[in-house]
């Protein structure tokens, strides 16, 4: 896979306040309104977002280690400038509008809109839900009347009280801080799965950040990995995002 393709796929697919822990009897008697209320108010609070990121590729047939610097403007832009050995890859900016990015070894850049992930899905995604993987949060909006939660694994499980026909949604959230846990979207007839998992959050200002997030796909016989360490995040911070497509460049079409 080509790094450009690395990166539109995984940057498609690719808290308030800090809380005290709670026993599993004290968030057992939370009802699915509350366990929701609480993870829409788990969205950290932030300006600006700056952060450095390493990021694992592996699809089976090769594996490739690649250094991001990512920066957020929340709720207006993600940028990512993504390099090797500090040699510039290329650099993706994503707004509620529209995503492109460039790559310089094969001189080529695409821009358009969330069209092709959407398709790859099987469901609507925007920068809303590119955000929200990002941070924690859950990339379905979740409606508590259309769920029912339980404790699974010292986790709040919440999951439609009727899945759609091949669209299978489930979702943990850690008790301590309602934040993802694991993300699971299934369409079996398609021999489809998404699957993203956060491996712990750091309390920063307040707010509740991954410091892991791997994600699994998988389709067919096809499988990928993509594995984000954060090294460090710093918040409310200057930030620019330069973003100017090289004359000369080739735009590539997805079919």
């Known amino acids: 896979m080509r790094v450009s393709h690395l990166f539109v796929i995984f940057f498609f697919v690719l808290l308030s306040s800090c809380r005290g822990a709670k026993t599993i009897t004290d968030v057992s008697r939370l009802s699915v309104n509350e366990i929701?209320?609480?993870?829409?108010?788990?969205?950290?609070?932030?300006?600006?977002?700056?952060?450095?990121?390493?990021?694992?590729?592996?699809?089976?047939?090769?594996?490739?280690?690649?250094?991001?610097?990512?920066?957020?403007?929340?709720?207006?832009?993600?940028?990512?400038?993504?390099?090797?050995?500090?040699?510039?890859?290329?650099?993706?900016?994503?707004?509620?509008?529209?995503?492109?990015?460039?790559?310089?070894?094969?001189?080529?850049?695409?821009?358009?809109?969330?069209?092709?992930?959407?398709?790859?899905?099987?469901?609507?995604?925007?920068?809303?839900?590119?955000?929200?993987?990002?941070?924690?949060?859950?990339?379905f909006d979740l409606n508590s009347s259309n769920y029912k939660s339980e404790i699974v694994l010292d986790r709040f499980k919440l999951q439609p009280k009727q899945q759609a026909q091949n669209f299978i949604h489930s979702i943990l959230l850690n008790t301590e801080n309602f934040k993802v846990s694991t993300e699971t979207l299934s369409q079996p007839d398609d021999k489809r799965i998404l699957d993203v998992r956060y491996d712990h959050y750091r309390l920063i200002e307040g707010g509740f950040y991954p410091s892991v997030i791997e994600i699994n796909a998988s389709e067919k016989d096809s499988k990928t990995k993509i594995g984000l360490k954060f090294r460090k995040i710093d918040l409310n911070v200057n930030v620019r995002y330069p973003f100017t497509i090289p004359e000369g460049y080739e735009e590539i079409q997805f079919k």
Do not use: C, M
């Open 36 to 139: 929701v209320t609480n993870h829409n108010a788990a969205v950290p609070n932030f300006k600006t977002l700056a952060g450095r990121v390493q990021v694992a590729y592996e699809d089976g047939k090769k594996e490739q280690s690649i250094t991001a610097s990512l920066r957020i403007e929340k709720n207006k832009i993600i940028w990512i400038k993504a390099s090797i050995l500090g040699i510039t890859l290329a650099k993706v900016l994503i707004t509620p509008e529209r995503v492109s990015y460039y790559e310089t070894i094969s001189n080529t850049y695409f821009e358009g809109d969330f069209a092709l992930l959407s398709d790859l899905l099987g469901t609507e995604v925007d920068f809303k839900k590119t955000q929200d993987i990002l941070l924690g949060q859950s990339i």
